[in-house]
Each structure stands twice: as structure tokens, then as C-alpha cells.
């Protein structure tokens, strides 16, 4: 079962909230979030309720402030456990809407996608096996979007405002 605790102060302290689910809206149990213990499982946290704004990722580890899972800020209101896929993980990525223009099918993690042959943006994709992640830069940096198994028409519909992706990873385990 996964499991996060969420505290108010750095360094693990103040008014602190366990969760094991995904909760929409965390607001009632703190009014911010400086640090954050993953005892277990990977987790997707949001800046926002209704799991909106920044995505941040994290794994099993101890973050003693908001800069050491590169948050912006002190504000998290939503989050969701991430189902660690066992797989090898698919997802086909096109260079246009609605799965037009070039594509290219990738099984393996991205730390550059312009290393890995791809020049451009990323307007639509299909996740066919596991859970993925999108970075707006290479080496797994800037602004994170989360991508289930499905279709996605449009950048949109990630949740990112461009199209913009310089790396992806698998969501394989706690352990990397």
C-alpha cells in the first residue's frame, strides 16, 4: 500500500496528514506544505485540489522542503498514488494533434529526446502500457505531467500549456 505524510514545517515538523488514496482536496488538513515523507509507493502531488496545477513526482525517499522536489511554492491541495507498472512500458508520441505528422513508439526512458532522434514538440501521444512522465526540459527538469494508459488528442489534455517536452520516464517502481 502506498503511503505519504505531509507537514507543514521543514524538516518534518508541525501539523502533519497521512494519506494511503488519492485525495481531490487536502485543504482542511493543512494550510501549507514544506516537507514530505514518502514512506512508500510513488505518488503524483498537485499544487492545486482537484488534482490541477504543478505536478510534482515523488518516489520513496524524505523531501525536508518544497525546493527538494522542486516545488515553486508551499502550496500542495491534491494528490494521487501512482500504480507502479511491472511491465516494460509503450507510449507512441506524434508530432501533431490527433496523433498526426511523425511518430515515434518509445519503451524506455527519455533523459533527452532530442538525443533520442526527436526534434520538436509533442502535440498528442498514446500511452499503451505502464504510467509515464512528461518534463518540460532534458535530465528529467522543469514542469512534470503525469500520463495514464489512454489517448491523449492534444498537449492539452496532459495538463501542460505548451507542447513543450525534453525528457519522459516510466513510472517503474519506488526504488530509482
Not at 33 to 54: A, D, L, P
Not at 93 to 98: A, G
Not at 160 to 171: E, F, I
Amino acid at each position: 500500500m502506498a503511503k505519504i505524510i505531509f507537514y507543514e514545517g521543514r524538516n518534518f515538523e508541525g501539523r502533519s496528514h497521512e494519506v494511503t488514496l488519492d485525495q481531490s482536496n487536502m485543504h482542511s488538513h493543512f494550510s501549507r506544505c514544506n516537507s514530505i515523507r514518502v514512506e512508500s509507493g510513488c505518488w503524483m502531488i498537485y499544487e492545486r485540489s482537484n488534482y490541477s496545477g504543478h505536478q510534482y513526482f515523488l518516489k520513496r525517499g524524505s523531501y525536508s522542503d518544497y525546493q527538494q522536489w522542486m516545488g515553486i511554492n508551499d502550496s500542495i491541495r491534491s494528490c494521487i498514488p501512482i500504480p507502479c507498472y511491472r511491465g516494460t512500458g509503450k507510449i507512441q508520441i506524434y508530432e501533431k494533434t490527433d496523433f498526426g505528422g511523425k511518430m515515434m513508439e518509445l519503451m524506455h526512458d527519455s533523459p533527452s529526446l532530442s538525443e533520442a532522434s526527436w526534434y520538436g514538440d509533442i502535440q498528442s501521444c498514446r500511452v499503451l502500457e505502464g504510467y509515464w512522465i512528461f518534463y518540460e526540459q532534458p535530465n528529467y527538469r522543469g514542469r512534470q505531467y503525469l500520463l495514464r494508459p489512454g489517448e491523449y488528442k492534444r498537449f492539452t489534455e496532459w495538463g501542460a500549456t505548451t507542447p513543450k517536452v525534453g525528457s519522459l520516464r516510466r513510472v517503474m517502481d519506488s526504488s530509482y
